[in-house]
């Protein structure tokens, strides 16, 4: 314990590990709600929509964390071989230290989270069954387990404060209650210590504990998406800051995308100054080279073959629709780039824009290409620039 304080320098760690002295982490199973409490241990099973896009196939992880759950999933990996896009949880908790094990193994296999229930339905005319994800409930260990998630999608995740229980030596896999005594601590700073390691070693800011401190052990707290944002116990979806950047002679607006159900990694505005054409430029990475943003106004032509059905813009909550001949595609087996040819009016609308979207029908594995942001003043100012220093 020690150690671990030694390692921690974080101001908030310390505040947080002072609030948590007084409690401890028993998970109460009754507090899930009995109308949609899977009272069986967890089981993991392999699930999809039958479709082959980058997320049409999960893991469901449903029922209560036992001591046995990490076991059971690595055995499940092993069997699998894959195991989706992300694991999709709904649980009402159980076991601490397994909670925190089972997360861990999921960082170490690199693997995505989100919570939901997966419901499985009977598919008559292929002689099948395909499933889909209806709302569902991670709460208490489960929450803990979900933060080892690389990417972590907003869902219903329940946190409550741990009060001394009987059961405690069950719930932390402790058959020796003395021999916690004897490290000079109390069990529940002991605890405490495990949940702060923890936390800090999945990137989560430890000021949630300090948050959740004011609940009682058998009530659970919903966190709305903005608290778990903030203390990235989710990740963060749409796009960063826009950005003006200069190239050559000409000028673009760029940001990145933080959202992982989607390919896309960059989008950017431009104008091309061979025919004049103003450009909205979705980019997606599928290599490890570095994406150089200088050679953007290079292959510029349509591939043949281009299997899409066209595009789409929302702007200020009105869809416009793009269609398929001024939809460009480049593949050079690092990049590809999905090019939408703005037309005036089209160009005046997004100048005077404050919501943005779009979405690309590509039918292909790697399912629809989108993006989403909100234009502030000075970024419809960058958009006008970069649509009159053209590359």
């Known amino acids: 314990m020690n150690m671990l304080l030694k390692n921690i320098n974080d101001k908030w760690v310390a505040v947080a590990i002072i609030t948590l002295i007084a409690w401890m982490l028993v998970a109460p199973?009754?507090?899930?709600?009995?109308?949609?409490?899977?009272?069986?241990?967890?089981?993991?099973?392999?699930?999809?929509?039958?479709?082959?896009?980058?997320?049409?196939?999960?893991?469901?992880?449903?029922?209560?964390?036992?001591?046995?759950?990490?076991?059971?999933?690595?055995?499940?990996?092993?069997?699998?071989?894959?195991?989706?896009?992300?694991?999709?949880?709904?649980?009402?908790?159980?076991?601490l230290n397994a909670g925190l094990e089972l997360g861990r193994i999921i960082r170490k296999h690199g693997i995505a989270t989100q919570v939901g229930k997966t419901v499985v339905y009977p598919e008559p005319e292929y002689g099948g069954r395909y499933s889909d994800i209806e709302i569902g409930e991670c709460s208490?260990?489960?929450?803990?387990?979900?933060?080892?998630?690389?990417d972590r999608q907003f869902g219903k995740l329940g946190f409550h404060k741990?009060?001394?229980?009987?059961?405690?030596?069950?719930?932390?896999?402790?058959?020796?209650?003395?021999?916690?005594?004897?490290?000079?601590?109390?069990?529940?700073?002991?605890?405490?210590?495990?949940?702060?390691e923890y936390i800090v070693e999945m990137g989560v800011d430890p000021r949630i504990l300090s948050f959740i401190k004011n609940t009682s052990s058998d009530a659970i707290i919903y966190p709305t998406k903005e608290v778990l944002e903030e203390y990235n116990i989710i990740s963060r979806t749409g796009l960063s800051s826009w950005s003006?950047?200069?190239?050559?002679?000409?000028?673009?607006?760029?940001?990145s995308d933080q959202e992982a159900s989607t390919p896309i990694e960059k989008v950017?505005?431009?104008?091309?100054?061979?025919?004049?054409a103003r450009l909205l430029t979705m980019v997606s990475v599928y290599s490890n080279a570095e994406w150089d943003i200088e050679?953007?106004?290079?292959?510029?032509?349509?591939?043949?073959?281009?299997?899409?059905?066209?595009?789409?813009?929302?702007?200020?909550?009105?869809?416009?629709?793009?269609?398929?001949?001024?939809?460009?595609f480049y593949n050079d087996k690092k990049f590809r780039y999905y090019r939408l040819k703005i037309n005036q009016r089209e160009a005046n609308l997004l100048l005077n824009a404050k919501d943005v979207s779009s979405l690309v029908y590509w039918s292909n594995a790697d399912g629809f290409h989108r993006f989403r942001a909100t234009f502030k003043d000075y970024e419809r100012k960058a958009l006008r620039i970069a649509w009159t220093n053209c590359l």
């Open 268 to 276: 950017i505005f431009h104008c091309r100054k061979t025919d004049g």
């Open 140 to 150: 208490s260990s489960c929450a803990y387990a979900f933060m080892g998630g690389t």
């Open 162 to 196: 741990y009060s001394s229980g009987s059961s405690l030596s069950k719930i932390l896999n402790i058959d020796k209650i003395d021999d916690v005594e004897k490290l000079s601590i109390s069990l529940s700073q002991y605890i405490s210590g495990l949940l702060i």
């Open 295 to 328: 050679a953007l106004h290079l292959n510029s032509g349509l591939i043949d073959g281009w299997a899409g059905g066209g595009a789409d813009i929302e702007i200020n909550g009105v869809k416009v629709e793009i269609p398929k001949a001024r939809v460009e």
């Open 29 to 95: 199973i009754k507090a899930f709600g009995a109308e949609n409490n899977p009272q069986e241990k967890m089981k993991f099973w392999h699930a999809g929509t039958g479709g082959n896009c980058s997320v049409c196939s999960w893991t469901a992880a449903e029922g209560v964390i036992t001591e046995e759950t990490p076991a059971d999933f690595l055995k499940y990996i092993e069997s699998e071989k894959h195991v989706g896009a992300f694991v999709s949880f709904h649980s009402p908790g159980g076991n």
């Open 244 to 255: 003006l950047e200069p190239v050559g002679s000409g000028a673009v607006m760029l940001a």
